[in-house]
């Protein structure tokens, strides 16, 4: 398919600070592209030059084939956005934020109205459709941004962190529906800090240090890449620690020391040792997920 976004050498500068480092990537039509990485790492400001908050410091970025930095309105008329933060108005009812967004397409009344029951509909809003924002649970107002957000029937949806504080129930609801949307050809760029989500919803994703993109692929083969099929996490006194690293010296694993916790992983992506002899400690043995890639490429130290 053709890429319907294309990044090449993009550079965000904030007063000698470098907040994009010079990042190449390309979004094919219909798939969902995520950004991972840490706090300040540069994906909320990636994804505000897509829309056309920021402006770029160097480089092309195009959406949709147009440039960012020249067609701007064209480019966010095809635009759906859910922000991370809740701006929903407390002052209207669930109906009506979407009828009053709407008026910023310019959309028709009638349409406006139906295609705002449907999305309600969808997103499992119609009962709600007169109460106030203030009456809403997380979950309504997280469903209630995307809803808002496909008024104007978006070629491209952003996703900017949509289920954040969300309890597992609401979580996977909406999880659902973000699968259906892209059943239905919505192309999406999701930005999220959590790992599960990030593989349950992404086709490709990159990972993001200090502005620049670490690695890019599919879930399942970077977590094939740099982790393998499995983990192991031993939980060790010190004696029982020197014991194991002796053991697993004869073995083609790689192992991170952090500290009361050994974390072991298999250079070759095979299976682990199944026997070991572990005194003082537990032994956890567990399927390797996105969040060990993420934590070892961008390192388990807080960064804020």
């Given at each position: 398919m053709a890429a319907i976004i294309e990044a090449r050498g993009v550079?965000?500068?904030?007063?000698?600070?470098?907040?994009?480092?010079?990042?190449?990537?390309?979004?094919?039509?219909?798939?969902?592209?995520?950004?991972?990485?840490?706090?300040g790492a540069g994906k909320t400001t990636l994804m505000r030059m897509i829309t056309c908050v920021y402006p770029l410091s160097e480089g092309v970025l195009l959406v949709d084939?147009?440039?960012?930095?020249k067609e701007p309105r064209a480019i966010k008329a095809v635009l759906g956005v859910v922000p991370q933060e809740e701006n929903l108005d407390p002052d209207l009812t669930v109906l009506q934020n979407l009828l009053v967004y709407a008026r910023y397409f310019d959309i028709p009344k009638e349409v406006a109205r139906r295609r705002a029951l449907e999305?309600?509909?969808l997103f499992q809003l119609l009962d709600r459709?007169?109460?106030?924002?203030?009456?809403?649970?997380?979950?309504?107002?997280?469903?209630?941004?995307?809803a808002r957000a496909l008024i104007n029937e978006p070629k491209i949806l952003i996703l900017d962190e949509p289920t954040a504080g969300l309890d597992p129930q609401a979580r996977h609801l909406v999880w659902r529906k973000i699968r259906y949307l892209k059943g239905q050809g919505v192309t999406m760029i999701l930005s999220t800090h959590n790992m599960e989500e990030a593989a349950h919803l992404c086709d490709r994703l990159v990972i993001m240090d200090q502005g620049r993109i670490l690695?890019?692929?599919?879930?399942?083969?970077?977590?094939?890449?740099?982790?393998?099929?499995?983990?192991?996490?031993?939980?060790l006194d010190t004696v029982g620690?020197?014991?194991?690293?002796?053991?697993?010296?004869?073995?083609?694993v790689s192992i991170e020391d952090v500290g009361d916790t050994l974390y072991v992983f298999s250079n070759d992506g095979g299976l682990l040792p199944e026997q070991l002899m572990v005194e003082g400690g537990d032994v956890v043995r567990r399927q390797a997920t996105l969040e060990d890639v993420f934590l070892r490429l961008t390192g388990r130290e807080l960064k804020e």
């Open positions: 550079v965000k500068r904030y007063k000698g600070f470098t907040a994009v480092a010079g990042v190449d990537f390309s979004v094919q039509a219909q798939e969902c592209f995520g950004f991972l990485g840490p706090n084939n147009r440039d960012v930095m999305l309600l509909e459709q007169r109460s106030r924002i203030d009456t809403l649970s997380g979950g309504m107002k997280r469903r209630l941004l995307i690695v890019e692929d599919r879930p399942v083969n970077l977590i094939r890449q740099y982790v393998g099929q499995e983990v192991l996490e031993l939980r620690k020197s014991h194991v690293l002796r053991q697993l010296q004869s073995y083609n």
